[in-house]
T-cell receptor, first 113, second 109 residues
Framework: IAGITQAPTSQILAAGRRMTLRCTQDMRHNAMYWYRQDLGLGLRLIHYSNTAGTTGKGEVPDGYSVSRANTDDFPLTLASAVPSQTSVYFC????????????FGEGSRLTVL | GQNIDQPTEMTATEGAIVQINCTYQTSGFNGLFWYQQHAGEAPTFLSYNVLDGLEEKGRFSSFLSRSKGYSYLLLKELQMKDSASYLCARMDSNYQLIWGAGTKLIIKP
C-alpha cells in the first residue's frame, strides 16, 4: 500500500442497510478525515480524527459514525443508509491537524436506492 | 461552499493564461489553499497562502489578499492536461478546511 486506500470503490446499497467504508493510510499521518462530495457543492466534512483514539464531528455528521482504533485505519459507517447519502466519499489524511495539505484516497461512490 | 465563492466554470485556450478567482469570509482565517481535481479522481494539493502576496510554483501561481478576502490561482502556458476542477479552500479558526464548490476549467485547443 502506498498512500491512502479506500474500499469499496463503488457500491449500490438498499435503503436501510448498514454500510462501512474502509480507509487505510500507510504514511503514519496523525489526522484523518471523511468528506462527501456532491455536485455543485464543496467538499463537506463528515467526521475527523486529529489522532488515534479521538474523533470529532464535522459539518454533516448525522447518520454517520467513525472510529479510530489505530493510526492507520479510519472506517466510516452508515448505520441505516438513506437515499440522501448517495454521494462520493473521500477519505483524507494529513501529518498534522493544523496543516491543510491533505492527501486524499481515490473515493468511494455510494448509491443508496 | 460555505462562504467561499468561485466561478462555476471557465474556458481557456491551450497555451494561454487563466486566472481563477476566489473570495472568502475573512473572519477566523488560517490560510488559503488550492487543490486540483481531475474528473473522477481525488483532489490533489496545489498551493497554500497564509501571507499576502504571490507564491509561484512552476506554471502555477497563487495570490492572497487577506484584507480583501481574495485569492486567485494563475495558470500559465495552459496544457490540455490542466482541464480539471480547481478547488479553493480556507482554513478556519479550528484548523478545518471550508471548501468552495470548485471551478471547472475547460481547455480548448
Amino acid at each position: 500500500i502506498a498512500g491512502i486506500t479506500q474500499a469499496p470503490t463503488s457500491q449500490i446499497l438498499a435503503a436501510g442497510r448498514r454500510m462501512t467504508l474502509r480507509c487505510t493510510q500507510d504514511m503514519r499521518h496523525n489526522a484523518m478525515y471523511w468528506y462527501r462530495q456532491d455536485l455543485g457543492l464543496g467538499l463537506r466534512l463528515i467526521h475527523y480524527s486529529n489522532t488515534a483514539g479521538t474523533t470529532g464531528k464535522g459539518e454533516v455528521p448525522d447518520g454517520y459514525s467513525v472510529s479510530r482504533a489505530n493510526t492507520d485505519d479510519f472506517p466510516l459507517t452508515l448505520a441505516s443508509a438513506v437515499p440522501s447519502q448517495t454521494s462520493v466519499y473521500f477519505c483524507a489524511s494529513s501529518d498534522s491537524s493544523v496543516t491543510g495539505e491533505l492527501f486524499f484516497g481515490e473515493g468511494s461512490r455510494l448509491t443508496v436506492l | 461552499g460555505q462562504n467561499i465563492d468561485q466561478p462555476t466554470e471557465m474556458t481557456a485556450t491551450e497555451g494561454a493564461i487563466v486566472q481563477i478567482n476566489c473570495t472568502y469570509q475573512t473572519s477566523g482565517f488560517n490560510g488559503l489553499f488550492w487543490y486540483q481535481q481531475h474528473a473522477g479522481e481525488a483532489p490533489t494539493f496545489l498551493s497554500y497562502n497564509v501571507l499576502d502576496g504571490l507564491e509561484e510554483k512552476g506554471r502555477f501561481s497563487s495570490f492572497l489578499s487577506r484584507s480583501k478576502g481574495y485569492s486567485y490561482l494563475l495558470l500559465k502556458e495552459l496544457q490540455m492536461k490542466d482541464s480539471a476542477s480547481y478547488l479553493c479552500a480556507r482554513m478556519d479558526s479550528n484548523y478545518q478546511l471550508i471548501w468552495g464548490a470548485g471551478t471547472k476549467l475547460i481547455i480548448k485547443p
